[in-house]
């Protein structure tokens, strides 16, 4: 297999007239073509695995056009796979990562015995969370779904110790500044309560980190339970615990139009 050499490297980064968004780096390439995670592509390239155009290169930064390059993993041809749009019931104690360097059980353990690309969590769930998580190989989507400006709602029912009064509640809506970050909810309200627990419905618009315990915690409440029930359009429905299913071309199309892709 010949070496990319100085010459192709500089054609490769040169700037061409490639449609927006084809033109970018080659770990990206294969992470937006839907081969593997960008760290895992960043690994494949660095140990000689990867062509572009039939000779190896080795360079990180070498930039490729996704719809023109002919680009190759261990001689295997890499195009853009199929598209696959899935959610998972996230069950609680798994965390929302591909490789964990702790060994802890991944959401990725409820995808084995499924026959599908690389596909990729949109956002994240904490590993005391549970319900609904995205999955796709369209990143494209993926990032705009994920994007405030796209201004998508979240719905997340919480099981609380302590019964939050209508003070908490307008506090979690009107903001609360926790080192440093505004956190803030778009809206919450009381499901239902019991002598010493309470369920609240929370949405939010943005993901920041452990943002519905953190608001919690600054109003003296324990966070015993949270679910994600809604994301856009997408309801979780009755998926069991731990279950998977492909999203319908209806819901998928919702999604898309959410995103501002239709």
Known sequence: MAALTI????RLAKNSQAAPG???TLPRALSKLGYCS???????????????????????SAWVDIRTDRIAVDG???GVETRVYLMLNKPRGLVTTRDDPEGRETVF????????????????????????????????LAQRLLDPESDIAKIYHVQTRGRPGEADLARMTAGIL???????????????????????????HEGKNREIRRMLEATGFECLRLVRVAFGDLLLGDLEKGGTRFLTE????????????A
Not at 125 to 139: H, V
């Open 109 to 140: 353990s409820c995808l084995e015995n499924l026959d599908i690309p690389h596909v990729s969590p949109v956002g994240r769930l904490d590993k005391a969370s549970e319900g609904l998580l995205l999955f796709t190989n369209d990143t494209v």
């Open 22 to 24: 084809t033109r970018v």
């Open 76 to 78: 295997k041809p890499v």
């Open 178 to 204: 926790d080192d440093g970050e505004l956190l803030k909810a778009a809206r919450v309200r009381i499901l239902r309560e019991a002598d010493k627990t309470c369920w609240l419905e929370f949405e939010l």
């Open 38 to 60: 960008r760290t895992q592509a960043e690994k494949l390239v660095a140990d000689g695995h990867v062509t572009v155009g039939g000779r190896c290169v080795t360079d990180l």
């Open 7 to 10: 010459p192709d490297v500089r």
């Open 250 to 261: 209806t819901e998928v199309a919702a999604l898309k139009r959410r995103a501002g892709r």
